[in-house]
């Protein structure tokens, strides 16, 4: 009986690609998801690096005796796939191990989307963005949605199209359409096909969990590469654009060529793109009966998929649209028997850590916790601890990654494990014997709860300082305290501590992972806000019980009253303020009201190191550093 045909087929074409096609393939022998092939058209390349790689059963080898292209090679895997998903893949793009599971777990909750695109982090800088989506401009113009801006996450969202160096294509959508025009060789063919599928009605979307890291090419472009681009740019507007729409900003897409032309003689490549321009102008009898084939099968206009915003243009920004519908696309369902998972960060704990590792065993079917870089004797001890029980996993970095890392790398595993649900817990946060069940219990009498994606518990703790209540909001702008009483359930969270924090993880799927480049601090905010966006719920049940400590504290006088004050070093400070400002920017316009009150509890925090706390100056100066730092962002 033959083997079943794999779900998806992965292409990727090189040419010269050197030692990154190795790591490029070590990178997929390591996914999660295993029903794939991989179809390699080596494109006449003399380096060597293809008959270094060893082999895998699931890798087939085409040789080309010339160099065909990036378009034509990845028609010509195509054409041999067996998979029901093409999924395009650059040899200096390196997955993530989730990543192909990520990327067919967005095409099967949106049919109607004839590409996912994944995130691409700098491999150089994996704190940076090399690409979130590829925009389309009305005049012509594409671009890597936020390249060389911070990593921050985004929900799964609309975008134009993907970035072909790492993106899915639905198999029946892409030979309808026709695949890649042949005849632009490389650059821009993915936007030609993102533009075509839009016409054909088709959608496109960006998933978070679907990560790569690339190379890319170098900050200073070629000939070459002037010259496939703008040539290529004019031939995807003329044979793709609708017709009112192309000639209304024609004039538009003609001065911006003129201008990177006269911009040329400034910096170079004046020459490269100006026989681009004449060239692309020589080929327009073949170009508009192209267009008039694509004319025939569209069935849609395209425009509104595109990015009319001159100042996101000129940014080079991000494009990626929320999906109202988004909740309505997962199950929601009740598990009889509910698994959840327990992911755990430590850094030089203390003895509270074994009270939170019994008290997470006893409630979770698996426990995950990830040292930061300890001392060799903590680690030894945390080795120890992992060896007396199988039900506890132990992740140890060299290094302190920072809590967001650490956190995804917890998250990773419960991806993987098909988890129902995920606890985040500090290492000195101690849940009562009965707080799962008491989240999960009271999640279960919502009536609407396919709504909600993360669960709260009242906070206490020894020194009194955490109030029991939760920030709400409907609106975003109001903004109420509710109190988290024995019995209570509060809706509309703003924000929910990570700590304790009971996640949905097919919510996770689709609202992504924690923000690494924030490192600690500001963090969970983030992440809440994300979650609310994407159109889901926080939900505190007062009746399930956290004992959380939060920062340090400073005993001090405060109107002939000895008050203990909360407090953080210098370092700290600068972290909470420049990632506090990071949100601003991003959520402000979503909870205007929170962000009100956030900043006043900013100007509280000036205000009490100015006055209360010791090494008042270098608190003062990492305060504003860290606003500094978090606008220039």
Same mark, same amino acid.
């Given at each position: ?24 393939? +070590? ?291 991000? =494009? ?77 970095? +060299? ?61 206490? =703790? ?48 689709? /609202? ?45 006088? /405060? ?75």
């Amino acid at each position: 009986m033959p083997a079943a045909p794999p779900v998806a087929s992965i292409l990727i074409v090189a040419y010269q690609s050197g030692p990154d096609l190795a790591r490029c393939l +070590e990178a997929l022998d390591r996914q999660t998801r295993r029903d794939f092939e991989a179809i390699l058209v080596d494109n006449a390349s003399t380096d060597g690096s293809v008959e270094a790689i060893p082999h895998y059963d699931w890798l087939t080898v085409v040789r080309s005796p010339d160099n065909l292209g990036f378009a034509a090679g990845n028609n010509l895997a195509a054409r041999s796939a067996r998979g029901r998903y093409l999924v395009t893949l650059n040899p200096d793009a390196f997955a993530e191990p989730g990543w192909l599971a990520a990327l067919i777990a967005a095409a099967e909750r949106h049919p109607g989307a004839a590409s996912i695109a994944s995130v691409q982090l700098l491999d150089a800088d994996p704190d940076r963005l090399d690409g979130m989506g590829d925009p389309y401009a009305p005049w012509g113009a594409a671009w890597r949605g936020g390249k060389g801006g911070l990593a921050v996450p985004v929900v799964e969202s609309e975008v134009f199209g993907p970035c072909a160096a790492a993106a899915l294509y639905r198999r029946e959508a892409f030979e309808a359409v026709g695949g890649f025009c042949e005849r632009f060789f490389c650059y821009y063919e993915d936007v030609d096909l993102a533009l075509r599928l839009r016409r054909a009605g088709w959608r496109s979307v960006i998933t978070p969990w679907a990560i790569v890291r690339h190379v890319g090419s170098g900050s200073t472009a070629s000939d070459f590469v002037l010259r496939h681009a703008t040539r290529n740019r004019v031939w995807t507007y003329m044979r793709g654009m609708p017709a009112l729409a192309g000639l209304a900003f024609a004039p538009v897409m003609a001065g911006l060529a003129l201008a990177g032309v006269l911009a040329g003689v400034l910096r170079g490549g004046a020459g490269a793109r100006a026989r681009a321009l004449l060239e692309a102008l020589r080929a327009v009898p073949v170009t508009l009966r192209e267009r008039a084939a694509i004319a025939q099968t569209a069935e849609a206009g395209a425009l509104a998929a595109m990015t009319w915003s001159p100042l996101r243009f000129l940014r080079r920004g991000i =494009d990626a649209r929320p999906l109202a519908d988004l909740p309505a696309r997962l199950s929601g369902g009740v598990a009889e028997d509910p698994r959840v998972l327990a992911v755990i960060v430590s850094y030089e704990p203390d003895d509270r850590l074994d009270g939170v590792l019994d008290a997470a065993l006893a409630q979770c079917a698996q426990v995950v916790l990830v040292d930061n870089g300890s001392a060799p004797e903590v680690r030894a001890r945390l080795r120890g601890r992992a060896d007396r029980s199988d039900a506890l996993t132990l992740v140890e970095n +060299e290094a302190n990654v920072g809590l967001a890392a650490a956190q995804n790398q917890g998250l990773e595993i419960a991806r993987s494990a098909g988890t129902d649900w995920i606890l985040l817990l500090d290492d000195d946060s101690v849940p009562a014997p009965d707080m799962v069940a008491r989240l999960l219990g009271g999640w279960t009498e919502l009536a609407d709860r396919g709504r909600v994606g993360l669960l709260s518990p009242r906070l206490s =703790d020894a020194e009194g300082t955490l109030k029991p209540y939760l920030l709400s909001s409907g609106t975003g702008w109001d903004l109420r305290r509710a109190r988290m009483a024995p019995g209570a359930v509060v809706r509309d969270g703003v924000f929910a501590i990570a700590s304790g924090s009971l996640i949905r993880r097919d919510v996770l799927e689709v /609202v992504g992972p924690m923000a690494g480049p924030f490192f600690i601090d500001y963090v969970d905010i983030e992440f809440s806000l994300r979650l609310r966006r994407a159109g889901f719920e926080i939900v505190g049940i007062g009746d399930a019980v956290l004992t959380h400590r939060l920062g340090e504290f400073h005993e001090t006088e /405060v109107l002939g009253r000895k008050v203990a004050l909360n407090t953080h070093s210098a370092w700290r400070r600068r972290l909470i303020h420049r990632n506090r400002v990071r949100v601003w920017r991003r959520f402000a316009a979503q909870v205007p009201a929170w962000v009100a009150w956030d900043a006043t509890a900013a100007l509280y925090d000036v205000w009490k190191a100015a006055v209360y706390e010791t090494d008042k100056g270098a608190k003062l100066r990492a305060i504003f550093g860290g606003f500094i730092a978090g606008w220039r962002d």
